[in-house]
Each structure stands twice: as C-alpha cells, then as structure tokens.
C-alpha cells in the first residue's frame, strides 16, 4: 500500500522473519556470539530463549544464511505440539525422509542412514526447532536420542531449541538432565534498548530505499520505544501502521502526536487496556478471512469520512485488496 507512495522498494516492517533485515544490536551481537560458538562445536544442542517477538528465529535464519548450502543441509521444525512420535516423523520429513506408513525403528534407521551419508560427503546436518516451550518431555528425549548417532567419534546432528522464556524451568527439570549436559550454549535474548530502537527503525528503512521519506521526527523514537519496550516485532507492527496511517493521509512527516495516536488505536484494537471483564474476549478473526478483510476495510473507510480527497486512492486499494484475496 505505501511502499509506493514513499518509494520504497519493499515493504520495511514485515512480521515474517527475513534474514535480510537482520540488526545486530547488543543482545543480537552476543547471541549469535553464542550460536557461532556452539556450531563451531559441531555437537549437542543450543538453546536460545526470548520474549515473543524478540528475533529468535530472524537471529537463527540470519546465522543459516551466512553458512554454505554445499557445506549444511538444515530441517526446520516450527509445529512443535505433537507427541514425541510425531516429533520424530517431522524431523525425518524435515531431511527428506518419507514417513508415511513407516513404522518407528524404521523410521530411525532411514534418518541415522540420511545423517550418516550426508556427513560422510561432507555436509553437516543442522535441526531448527521453533517454538520449543511447547515441546513435551518425552519430545525432548527423543531429540536428545538423535544426539547419540555418530560416525566415529563425530555426531553427524546438531540442534538448535528456540523457545520462549517458560522453555526455561521446562529445561531445569530432573527428567531432562542428560540433555542439559549436551547443551553447549545457551543465551537469552532480551529487547532492544531505546538508542537501539532507532537505529533498529532506520536500519529496516533504509534496506528498502529510505530517503526520509516519510520523515521521522526526533522525539518519535522515543515514543515509538515507550509503546513496545524494544521488542522488535511489536516495533514492526507499530510502525507499519505508522506509515498506513501517514499515507493514507497523504502525509510525508510523522511526529511523536501521530505516533501516539496510531499506538492508542493499534492497542484499543488489540483489547489491550480496554475496561470491563477482561477475561472475556471476542474469538479471533482468522487472518485474510472474509471478516478479517471486511474489519481492515472499515477501518479505511473511517478514514474516508473524515478526508475526501482520499476517496480514490483508498477504494483503489480496497478494490486491489479483495482481487489479491479472491485470487
């Protein structure tokens, strides 16, 4: 919608992680010190925890980019409220193992062969597992199994657990002390500090061709750090609307009142602070649902209300909209 109107050449603040967008602020600096570490280790697990948000998987993907595609072949697992059969079938699946109708003891032998021929040719085998909290404990046992195969003295396996803060105390339990003793690094990484914060907004502009356009007022960082607290994705979903919001009125400044506003209506919207019950909440909408699409076009058209000379410009949006949903 406004990359165009800003000339930017993308969009900037995309919730989907992208490695190209990585910003290596002080927390980032020290956890991927932490991940180059365990992976020149070659063995055992690192872990990495955060707050929802934080950059765990921008962190892990940018740290899979740099590393050679001829030299690693890496499995993602990101569905991870499955029992620890299930887990298993998608770690297979994950290096391209067919599991269908596979009975278990089968299914291991194919993946100790898959990770023993990719070893021996000279390719390393990497296992990213999003969303690790959810993991039940006979799930971790079972990857902590998959450590046990080598070839020689070398594990041809390494894993990479990526949860949030509650993967913690899940980790600290009894049952798991083996796998704690092959953690080989683990960090936590925290939210962007308010100098940070700014540099963390310019740094995604300008990857898309910012000219300072829309400019950013001084104070706006500050109120933009003050509504998030430094997490990167609330930072993401704060400041794209920000520019929503100045482009629909046709706007090439933001200040810290405009910022305010936007941060007012976003967190209104979310049921955050709102008065009553707050143990009851409207179900969710399912993105890019028919009801989805019909909330975010409501709230363009209050805008339109309130300034025709972006009549056209909004309907040709919508009209734009529902053609990409419908296709």
Known sequence: MYAEFFKLTGLPFQLTPDSRFFFESSVHSKAMAHLTYGLNQGEGFIVITGDVGAGKTTLVEHLCSSLDPHRYTIARISTTQTSADDTLRLVAAGFGIKTEGVEKANLLQRLEATLVTAYRSGRRSLLVVDEAQNLTVPALEELRMLSNFVVGNVPPLQSFLLGQPQFRPVMALPELEQLRQRVLASYHLGPLSAEETQAYIEHRLKRVGWMDDPHFADDVFAAVYDATGGVPRKINTLCS???????????????????????????????????????????????????????????????????????????????????????
């Open 241 to 327: 609307r920000i520019l929503l919001f100045a482009f629909l009125e046709e706007m090439h400044a933001v200040d810290r009142d405009m910022t305010v506003q936007v941060a007012e209506e976003l967190k209104s919207e979310l049921g955050a602070g709102a008065g009553g019950d707050a143990t009851v909440r409207p179900a969710p909408v399912p993105m890019n649902s028919p009801l989805d699409v019909g909330l975010r076009l409501s709230r363009i058209e209050e805008r339109i209300d309130k300034h025709d000379h972006a009549i056209k410009r909004a309907l040709a949006i919508a009209a734009n909209y529902i053609q990409g949903n419908v296709a």
